[in-house]
């Protein structure tokens, strides 16, 4: 066994809260499959039979129920953590130290790629690496996503990385987060390495491979708990840390005994530098072959730790953790995966409009004269007639009535017909009984837009509707009056309309919302307490009555 | 190609019995080799059934041949179609081609005036005439005429060679064999269901004239592209080893030949034997697809090859009562003491023979990084002998530099210049030292391309030319020219990009234009002086004398 396979799936995606109250991120549905499915169907290409998987009990279960999780021929390792347990990834790997007999490959589960594996492990391989990883250039994301607009900039820090000249070896990496002032870089690299690229506008893919040695050290070093936060900059710091260049350290014994920093920290170069044999650095002698020139030392310095990296700078490579990439991967996925994009159990009309990039499930119904285009349809959904669908992630499950028009509508979802409540509107179409969806809006006050509000529910056994009715009503009605002067205000108040209807009728405790507005998103929040509602919004507190609903705001 | 004595065994891996070994070490590998012989006779039969028996009676077909005793070949082929009966091809003699002498090497002038056609065609004839000679043998029981041809094998008597697949590519018929072998080589089990399926490197780039039969990778594609990740049917060692060896990280025959034994040495500590197995076989069967790996990731050495030799034979002869730890710590010490004595402490005796030809103030030339010779010099500093270095370096490896760090590292004073420029420098030097990646038994050095250029120059120049080499190196192959059985290294090497331009960036597209990075070139004899080895220094023509004494000695 060469490497074993470590699957990090206990994360919470507090990215995208929106998508995961009440689904844990590794079952989020991209492509119609679980997102974990994607980077193990990954190593499952490139041939690992085993995977460890590390994971929550709740997944856990889900996993067990899914049937695309049966697809996964690997044998899975299930591996489960505390969800509320504040563990980091290096946490986690130190808690499966027992089961790491070689060197690990430590994937997350929100990677969603199409790279040759075999360029990073080669790179692991050929240069006796401690680590090597994956990155990506960083997209931009063709779709503006609600809740992003004002805050983009601030979203993400970036991450500088320093490359050498062949691009592969990783020299340098720090976040702007850490920065005080300027980007400082020791001398010592800067003596053995004095052309550096420094790159911005990287993704780190979270796909590392990590020498054994590393989970050892992880062991002893319990004050570690992230592996890309804490573990990774430590590498490859100690890549030119003095310590690990000059032949081994003397008494063993003694550090072995300290648990201090230090005393761990030789523990690991110990470990690190065992591996190098003898016969091995006589070959390396012989070589004539050597990582740099232009100056007097031997190949790699005579470093014994080696940072590697894979930079792809073509094809896919996503990290599901935010809305957008979400977004932006469910609209890739149908490139990505090799089966074809409609199933085959699934009822398409003939005067259907679909588009190449959409995929639709199984046992799916789609009628006449509809139009699909850059969108999944989740299984066993009924499209009826006249239904334009564009840009958006239709749920398992889901009716979409006659007629109906989603344009920018990015994740509708359902749940089991039990829990429905009652119609709010008469005549009104059931779409789902769950709703979110978030949307993004060209002008949402002009009331050019069709449904270009969301609404959310929350709570266990949440239940609202969205009908036909409310996805026209959601336009303002005096719209047509107060085109350019339609102010937020008035158009929230018609959100806010809707939403006590909602609470009216389906007795939902708390309703959350977004409205798009051109000044940005706005969230606002509803909380009933007896009869009367208050929502906060914009720096205003809102009480609704619950009977009469009948607004009422007062400015703070 | 018969004619320039082309009889090349080393990469040929599954021929042991190549040394010419007497007595019972013979008739031991002969043994095994014709149960191997066996083997594949019996699977080639069973090919041939499954071709024109029905699908529903294989499995009887099968049972009726496990009755009949194995290799009697009572059942005739169903179908002797030329294709199917040489492709097998296990035996080196009974395939074998090319009958020469070794020591006889022809002169060398009547080869270039070949055409490529007339080579290719001759070629084709004899393989015909092989294939029908053999459709009658194969039918008749194999063994007995390979015995005969094998009976005298002591001393440098004609040896019946086959030419290895590796310079042959520009024969289909040879390629798709290739593949096929790598495809039925087996794992220890010898369960169908394990088969160790090696995958074929594709070559890339239009080749030149003359060296369409050599293969040529891009370094782009590695061989792990095709492999699964934890690469379960190859040892990590030996993909690691591959992958290092194609992309140039261990270069250099004794790294190359160090870190292979190095290689072999985890694989030996992994291995367990699998029951009802004999450790000596199973290992050396095990070994084979990884050196069929290696063999693609960059065509293995002389000096690799015949390490490989010497851990095959030492595998084989132990004896099968012997217990396995005790086996395997055997051979790990072999390994090891291969490495030492052939490797480092002859380069040590090397170093004290040739400190004695450097005298002070002399100007020693050397051309790119032989590991051997940067370590001559470095004694010969440390021995506080006065001299200067002259490094000559060529495009595209420029190893040289490599050398140059060395050697100013340690102080001593150097000039570097390209090879272009080694007729201007040649008129100050006093001496050139050379390394080898082989010593051919012909007398003739191979080394890296260019070499024979300098020692030409420096004979034009009445500069005595040394060529330092281990013995372990020797190789009994002969080879007069560089065309035969050389390496094409990746053509993309050629490409410079300077100030951001890539001159030849697309040269794939122009169809007129191709691109050659030849990896070694051979050196007449008449050019060298003096060849420094292990055993003291001896003039080229010795080789033979040489490898005769070793063969003895084993």
Same mark, same amino acid.
């Given at each position: 066994?060469e490497?074993?396979?470590?699957?990090?799936?206990?994360?919470?995606?507090?990215?995208?809260?929106?998508?995961?109250?009440?689904?844990?991120?590794?079952?989020?549905?991209?492509?119609?499959?679980?997102?974990?499915w994607h980077?193990?169907?990954?190593?499952?290409?490139?041939?690992?039979?085993?995977?460890?998987?590390? *994971?929550?009990?709740?997944v856990?279960?889900?996993?067990?129920t899914?049937?695309?999780m049966?697809?996964?021929?690997?044998?899975?390792d299930v591996?489960?953590?505390?969800?509320?347990?504040?563990?980091?990834?290096?946490?986690a790997?130190?808690?499966?130290?027992?089961?790491?007999? *070689?060197?690990?490959?430590?994937?997350?589960?929100?990677?969603?790629?199409?790279?040759?594996?075999?360029?990073?492990?080669?790179?692991?391989?050929?240069h006796?690496?401690?680590?090597?990883?994956?990155?990506?250039?960083?997209?931009?994301?063709?779709?503006?996503v609600?809740?992003?607009?004002?805050?983009?900039k *601030?979203?993400?820090? @970036?991450?500088?990385?320093?490359?050498?000249?062949?691009?592969?070896?990783?020299?340098?990496?720090?976040?702007?987060a850490?920065l005080?002032?300027?980007?400082?870089?020791?001398?010592?690299?800067?003596?053995?390495?004095?052309?550096?690229?420094?790159?911005?506008?990287?993704?780190?893919?979270?796909?590392y491979?990590?020498?054994?040695?590393?989970?050892?050290?992880?062991?002893?070093?319990?004050s570690?708990?992230?592996?890309?936060?804490?573990?990774?900059p430590y590498?490859?710091?100690?890549?030119?840390?003095?310590?690990?260049?000059?032949?081994?350290?003397?008494?063993d014994?003694?550090?072995?005994?300290q648990?201090?920093?230090?005393?761990?920290?030789?523990? *690991?170069?110990?470990?690190?530098?065992?591996?190098?044999e003898p016969?091995?650095?006589?070959?390396?002698e012989r070589?004539?072959?050597?990582?740099?020139?232009?100056? %007097?030392?031997e190949?790699? +310095?005579?470093?014994?730790?080696?940072?590697?990296?894979?930079?792809?700078?073509?094809?896919?490579c996503?990290?599901v953790?935010?809305?957008a990439a979400y977004?932006?991967?469910?609209?890739?996925?149908?490139?990505?995966?090799?089966?074809p994009?409609? +199933?085959p159990?699934?009822?398409?009309s003939? @005067?259907?409009?679909m588009?190449?990039?959409?995929i639709i499930?199984?046992?799916?119904?789609?009628?006449?004269k509809?139009?699909?285009?850059?969108?999944?349809?989740?299984?066993?959904?009924?499209?009826?007639e006249?239904?334009?669908?564009?840009?958006?992630?239709i749920?398992?499950?889901?009716t979409?009535?006659?007629?109906l028009?989603?344009?920018?509508?990015?994740?509708?979802?359902?749940?089991?017909?039990?829990?429905?409540?009652?119609?709010?509107?008469?005549?009104?179409?059931?779409? !789902?009984?769950m709703?979110?969806?978030?949307?993004?809006?060209?002008?949402?006050? %002009?009331?050019?837009?069709?449904?270009? !509000?969301?609404?959310?529910?929350?709570g266990?056994?949440?239940?609202?509707?969205?009908?036909?009715?409310?996805?026209?009503?959601?336009?303002?009605?005096?719209?047509?009056?107060?085109?350019?002067?339609?102010?937020?205000?008035?158009?929230?108040?018609?959100?806010f309309?809707?939403?006590?209807?909602?609470?009216? +009728?389906?007795?939902?405790p708390?309703?959350?919302g977004?409205c798009?507005?051109?000044?940005?998103?706005?969230f606002?929040?509803?909380?009933v307490?007896?009869?009367v509602?208050?929502?906060?919004?914009h720096?205003?507190?809102?009480s609704?009555?619950?009977?009469s609903?009948?607004i009422?705001?007062?400015?703070? | 190609?018969?004619?320039?004595?082309?009889?090349?065994?080393?990469?040929?891996?599954?021929d042991?019995?190549?040394? #010419?070994?007497?007595g019972?070490?013979?008739?031991?590998?002969?043994?095994?080799?014709?149960?191997?012989?066996?083997?594949?006779?019996?699977?080639n039969?069973e090919k041939?059934?499954e071709?024109?028996?029905?699908?529903?009676?294989?499995?009887?077909?099968?049972?009726?041949k496990?009755?009949?005793? $194995?290799?009697?070949?009572?059942?005739?082929?169903?179908?002797?179609?030329? #294709?199917?009966?040489?492709?097998?091809?296990?035996?080196?003699?009974?395939?074998?081609?090319?009958?020469?002498?070794?020591?006889?090497?022809?002169?060398?002038?009547d080869?270039? $005036?070949?055409?490529?056609?007339?080579?290719?065609?001759?070629?084709?004839?004899r393989?015909?005439?092989?294939?029908?000679?053999?459709g009658?043998?194969?039918?008749?029981?194999?063994?007995?005429?390979?015995?005969?041809?094998?009976?005298?094998?002591?001393?440098?008597?004609?040896?019946?060679?086959?030419?290895?697949?590796?310079?042959?590519?520009?024969?289909?018929?040879?390629?798709? #064999?290739?593949?096929?072998?790598l495809?039925?080589?087996?794992?220890?089990?010898?369960?169908?269901?394990?088969?160790?399926?090696?995958?074929?490197?594709?070559?890339?780039?239009?080749?030149v004239?003359?060296?369409?039969?050599?293969?040529?990778?891009?370094?782009?594609?590695?061989?792990?592209?095709q492999?699964?990740?934890?690469?379960?049917v190859?040892?990590?060692?030996?993909?690691r080893?591959?992958?290092?060896y194609?992309?140039?990280?261990?270069?250099?025959?004794?790294?190359?030949s160090?870190?292979?034994?190095?290689?072999?040495?985890?694989?030996i500590?992994d291995?367990?034997?699998?029951?009802n197995?004999?450790?000596?076989?199973?290992l050396?069967?095990?070994?084979?697809?990884?050196?069929?790996f290696?063999?693609?990731?960059?065509?293995?050495?002389?000096?690799?090859?015949?390490a490989?030799?010497?851990?095959?034979?030492?595998?084989?002869?132990?004896?099968?009562?012997?217990?396995?730890?005790?086996?395997?710590?055997?051979?790990?010490?072999?390994?090891?003491?291969?490495?030492?004595e052939?490797?480092?402490?002859? &380069?040590?005796?090397?170093?004290?023979?040739?400190?004695?030809?450097?005298?002070?103030?002399?100007?020693i030339l050397?051309?790119?990084?032989?590991s051997?010779?940067?370590?001559?010099?470095?004694?010969?500093?440390?021995?506080?002998?006065?001299?200067?270095?002259?490094?000559?370096?060529?495009?595209?490896?420029?190893?040289?530099?490599?050398?140059l760090?060395?050697?100013v590292q340690?102080?001593i004073?150097?000039?570097?210049?390209?090879?272009?420029?080694?007729?201007?420098?040649?008129?100050?030097?006093?001496?050139?030292?050379?390394?080898?990646?082989?010593?051919? &038994?012909?007398?003739?050095?191979m080394?890296?391309?260019?070499?024979?250029?300098?020692?030409l120059?420096?004979?034009?120049f009445?500069?005595?030319?040394?060529?330092c080499?281990?013995?372990?190196?020797?190789?009994?192959?002969?080879?007069?020219?560089?065309?035969?059985?050389?390496?094409?290294?990746?053509?993309?090497?050629?490409?410079?990009?300077?100030?951001?331009?890539?001159?030849?960036?697309?040269?794939q597209k122009?169809?007129?234009?191709?691109?050659?990075?030849?990896?070694?070139?051979v050196?007449?004899?008449?050019?060298v002086?003096?060849?420094?080895?292990?055993?003291?220094?001896?003039?080229?023509?010795?080789?033979?004398?040489?490898?005769?004494?070793?063969?003895?000695?084993?």
């Amino acid at each position: 066994m060469e490497l074993q396979a470590v699957l990090m799936a206990a994360g919470g995606g507090s990215r995208m809260p929106d998508l995961t109250y009440n689904t844990p991120k590794p079952m989020l549905p991209v492509g119609n499959k679980p997102l974990m499915w994607h980077p193990l169907n990954l190593l499952e290409r490139v041939g690992f039979e085993e995977v460890i998987v590390i *994971t929550t009990k709740e997944v856990q279960k889900m996993m067990s129920t899914d049937p695309k999780m049966k697809d996964v021929k690997m044998k899975l390792d299930v591996v489960c953590i505390q969800e509320d347990g504040d563990m980091g990834t290096a946490d986690a790997l130190r808690h499966i130290q027992q089961k790491i007999k *070689t060197d690990v490959l430590v994937v997350s589960c929100d990677l969603i790629t199409d790279v040759a594996l075999h360029e990073v492990v080669d790179l692991f391989r050929a240069h006796n690496a401690t680590l090597a990883m994956l990155m990506s250039k960083a997209h931009d994301f063709t779709e503006t996503v609600p809740g992003q607009k004002g805050k983009k900039k *601030t979203g993400e820090q @970036r991450d500088f990385v320093g490359v050498d000249q062949s691009g592969k070896r990783l020299l340098f990496m720090a976040n702007e987060a850490d920065l005080e002032d300027g980007l400082s870089i020791r001398k010592s690299i800067m003596r053995k390495h004095p052309r550096m690229h420094i790159k911005t506008g990287l993704v780190d893919a979270h796909l590392y491979c990590l020498k054994k040695a590393v989970v050892d050290f992880l062991a002893d070093n319990k004050s570690i708990s992230s592996i890309r936060g804490e573990l990774l900059p430590y590498l490859v710091r100690k890549q030119f840390s003095k310590t690990t260049n000059c032949p081994k350290s003397k008494d063993d014994a003694d550090d072995q005994t300290q648990k201090t920093a230090d005393g761990s920290t030789n523990s *690991t170069e110990l470990l690190i530098c065992s591996r190098d044999e003898p016969l091995l650095q006589l070959a390396q002698e012989r070589s004539c072959w050597n990582d740099h020139r232009g100056d %007097m030392s031997e190949a790699y +310095h005579g470093g014994k730790l080696r940072c590697y990296v894979h930079i792809m700078d073509q094809g896919l490579c996503y990290r599901v953790n935010t809305l957008a990439a979400y977004i932006e991967a469910n609209r890739l996925a149908s490139k990505l995966l090799e089966e074809p994009a409609v +199933h085959p159990s699934a009822v398409i009309s003939e @005067r259907c409009q679909m588009g190449p990039d959409s995929i639709i499930g199984a046992q799916c119904q789609v009628a006449d004269k509809t139009s699909i285009k850059r969108s999944t349809i989740g299984n066993s959904t009924t499209v009826k007639e006249k239904v334009k669908v564009t840009n958006s992630i239709i749920m398992h499950g889901v009716t979409i009535e006659e007629g109906l028009a989603f344009t920018h509508l990015h994740w509708l979802r359902t749940f089991p017909q039990h829990s429905l409540g009652a119609p709010v509107c008469k005549g009104g179409c059931v779409l !789902c009984q769950m709703l979110v969806c978030v949307c993004v809006c060209e002008c949402p006050l %002009m009331g050019r837009a069709t449904g270009f !509000c969301f609404l959310c529910t929350r709570g266990s056994k949440g239940s609202a509707e969205l009908t036909k009715h409310l996805l026209v009503c959601n336009q303002p009605e005096t719209s047509s009056k107060q085109t350019q002067s339609c102010s937020t205000e008035t158009h929230s108040i018609h959100i806010f309309h809707l939403a006590a209807n909602l609470l009216a +009728h389906a007795k939902v405790p708390t309703v959350y919302g977004i409205c798009g507005t051109r000044g940005g998103p706005i969230f606002f929040s509803f909380k009933v307490d007896n009869t009367v509602l208050t929502a906060y919004f914009h720096g205003c507190t809102f009480s609704i009555h619950r009977e009469s609903v009948e607004i009422s705001w007062t400015l703070e | 190609m018969a004619e320039s004595g082309v009889t090349d065994g080393l990469c040929n891996t599954d021929d042991i019995e190549r040394s #010419k070994t007497e007595g019972k070490e013979l008739t031991k590998e002969e043994k095994q080799r014709l149960r191997k012989e066996k083997k594949q006779q019996k699977k080639n039969k069973e090919k041939n059934d499954e071709k024109t028996s029905h699908e529903g009676e294989k499995k009887k077909n099968k049972k009726k041949k496990e009755e009949q005793p $194995a290799g009697s070949a009572s059942q005739p082929p169903a179908q002797p179609s030329p #294709k199917a009966v040489p492709a097998p091809a296990p035996p080196p003699p009974a395939a074998a081609a090319v009958p020469v002498p070794a020591s006889e090497a022809p002169a060398p002038a009547d080869k270039p $005036a070949k055409s490529k056609a007339d080579l290719k065609a001759e070629r084709r004839a004899r393989q015909e005439a092989e294939r029908a000679s053999k459709g009658k043998k194969g039918d008749v029981g194999q063994p007995a005429p390979t015995g005969k041809l094998k009976a005298p094998p002591s001393e440098l008597q004609p040896v019946v060679k086959r030419l290895p697949e590796h310079v042959q590519v520009d024969n289909p018929e040879v390629v798709k #064999k290739l593949a096929k072998k790598l495809e039925r080589q087996q794992t220890p089990g010898c369960n169908a269901a394990e088969n160790v399926k090696i995958p074929l490197r594709s070559d890339y780039g239009y080749k030149v004239s003359l060296f369409s039969h050599l293969h040529q990778y891009s370094r782009k594609a590695p061989l792990t592209q095709q492999l699964g990740i934890p690469s379960t049917v190859i040892h990590p060692a030996i993909v690691r080893l591959g992958l290092q060896y194609s992309q140039g990280i261990v270069a250099g025959s004794n790294a190359r030949s160090v870190a292979l034994l190095h290689a072999f040495q985890q694989v030996i500590r992994d291995y367990t034997t699998p029951p009802n197995e004999e450790l000596s076989r199973d290992l050396v069967n095990k070994l084979k697809p990884y050196i069929s790996f290696l063999n693609q990731c960059r065509p293995l050495s002389a000096s690799m090859g015949n390490a490989i030799k010497y851990i095959k034979k030492e595998i084989s002869n132990i004896p099968s009562q012997c217990k396995e730890e005790e086996a395997k710590i055997k051979l790990l010490n072999c390994i090891e003491r291969y490495i030492n004595e052939k490797i480092v402490l002859a &380069a040590k005796a090397i170093a004290k023979y040739s400190i004695e030809k450097i005298s002070d103030g002399d100007v020693i030339l050397v051309y790119g990084c032989s590991s051997l010779v940067n370590h001559i010099l470095c004694e010969a500093f440390e021995k506080k002998r006065k001299f200067r270095v002259i490094v000559v370096d060529s495009r595209p490896r420029l190893e040289g530099r490599e050398a140059l760090r060395r050697l100013v590292q340690k102080g001593i004073s150097c000039t570097y210049v390209l090879i272009s420029a080694v007729s201007y420098i040649l008129p100050e030097v006093s001496k050139v030292f050379l390394g080898a990646h082989a010593l051919l &038994a012909n007398g003739y050095v191979m080394s890296r391309v260019g070499t024979s250029q300098i020692a030409l120059v420096a004979k034009a120049f009445n500069v005595p030319v040394l060529v330092c080499c281990e013995t372990y190196k020797f190789c009994e192959r002969v080879q007069t020219d560089s065309f035969v059985s050389n390496e094409l290294d990746d053509p993309d090497d050629l490409i410079v990009t300077r100030k951001g331009k890539t001159q030849l960036e697309h040269w794939q597209k122009v169809p007129s234009l191709g691109l050659l990075n030849l990896v070694y070139d051979v050196t007449p004899p008449d050019f060298v002086d003096l060849v420094i080895t292990d055993l003291g220094m001896i003039p080229c023509t010795s080789v033979p004398v040489v490898l005769r004494v070793k063969n003895v000695d084993q």
